[in-house]
């Protein structure tokens, strides 16, 4: 059942805590610890040890995955002026898909025990730790199995030799996101494009949570009216 007034003990494992903050679960993940050391999320290494994830474990594992991908439609008779255009149509839609499930999945409003403490699994993590570095990227395990529902949803709508193409750019187009998504979290970019990139992210982070989505651009932001405001609301009359 719901505690009143339960807290978080932050010195021991959190994952099956989170669960017992019931509805002020929203509030406590939403302020954020700014501290490179994350917090243990269960008591047994092994389990532990599955929740860490190396940044550059994403592209060495999915970017060969993705090569592989777009071979396999040359292989099935494409020719290159055919397969980029798909390449790039993949890494399009991803950036669809990168905005919907951060904004309608990642961002759902939980209070239960069971989904305070998926949330906190899947999303709730980065925000309570934004600047853990090893519970930032999806791990591999998990986007090795949502592979299979994008790969027959592509496949629906696709012939056989695209397929692949497709699906190997939307795989593109996600290793370019997970990285982009630290590189901003971890990085002091110089150039205006990644310094406004990281501005924007951060304000979603640490300003207005509901707002700001998009990780590479603000492109689905704009569309969908999500664009956080450029004053801070308390500032404004
Ligand atoms: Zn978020
Ligand atoms: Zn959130
Ligand atoms: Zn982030």
Same mark, same amino acid.
């Given at each position: 059942?719901?505690?009143?007034? $339960?807290?978080?003990?932050?010195?021991?494992?959190?994952?099956?805590?989170?669960?017992?903050?019931?509805?002020?679960?929203?509030?406590?993940?939403?302020?954020?610890?700014?501290?490179?050391?994350?917090?243990?999320?269960?008591?047994?290494?092994? @389990?532990? $040890?599955?929740?860490? *994830?190396?940044?550059?474990?994403?592209?060495?594992?999915?970017?060969?995955?993705?090569? @592989?991908?777009?071979?396999?439609?040359?292989?099935?008779?494409?020719?290159?002026?055919?397969?980029?255009?798909?390449?790039?149509?993949?890494?399009?839609?991803?950036?669809?898909?990168?905005?919907?499930?951060?904004?309608?999945?990642?961002?759902?409003?939980?209070?239960?025990? @069971?989904?305070?403490?998926?949330?906190?699994?899947?999303?709730?993590?980065?925000?309570?730790? &934004?600047?853990?570095?090893?519970?930032?990227? $999806?791990?591999?395990?998990?986007?090795?199995?949502?592979?299979?529902? =994008?790969?027959?949803?592509?496949?629906?709508?696709?012939?056989?030799?695209?397929?692949?193409?497709?699906?190997?750019?939307?795989?593109?187009?996600?290793?370019?996101?997970?990285? *982009?998504?630290?590189?901003?979290?971890?990085?002091?970019?110089?150039?205006?494009?990644?310094?406004?990139?990281?501005?924007?992210?951060?304000?979603?982070?640490?300003?207005?949570?509901?707002?700001? =989505?998009?990780? *590479?651009?603000?492109? @689905?932001?704009?569309?969908?009216?999500?664009? &956080? *405001?450029?004053?801070?609301?308390?500032?404004?009359?």
């Amino acid at each position: 059942m719901v505690a009143e007034g $339960f807290t978080v003990d932050l010195n021991k494992p959190l994952v099956f805590q989170v669960g017992h903050l019931g509805e002020t679960y929203e509030e406590w993940v939403h302020q954020p610890i700014v501290t490179k050391k994350g917090p243990r999320f269960f008591h047994s290494d092994f @389990w532990e $040890f599955l929740t860490l *994830t190396v940044w550059w474990a994403v592209p060495v594992i999915w970017l060969p995955v993705s090569v @592989w991908c777009i071979s396999m439609s040359i292989s099935r008779g494409l020719s290159l002026p055919e397969i980029v255009p798909l390449i790039a149509l993949g890494i399009f839609i991803w950036t669809l898909i990168e905005y919907t499930l951060h904004r309608f999945l990642f961002h759902i409003k939980t209070k239960s025990y @069971w989904g305070n403490t998926a949330h906190y699994l899947l999303h709730g993590c980065h925000h309570k730790h &934004p600047m853990d570095h090893l519970r930032l990227v $999806f791990p591999p395990a998990a986007t090795a199995v949502l592979c299979f529902p =994008f790969w027959n949803l592509v496949k629906l709508f696709t012939t056989p030799s695209v397929t692949p193409a497709l699906f190997g750019g939307g795989m593109l187009g996600y290793v370019m996101y997970d990285i *982009t998504h630290y590189y901003l979290h971890h990085a002091h970019p110089t150039r205006a494009v990644t310094k406004n990139l990281k501005k924007y992210h951060l304000s979603h982070h640490f300003r207005i949570q509901d707002k700001g =989505f998009g990780i *590479t651009s603000s492109l @689905w932001d704009i569309v969908f009216g999500t664009l &956080p *405001t450029t004053k801070a609301p308390k500032t404004e009359q």
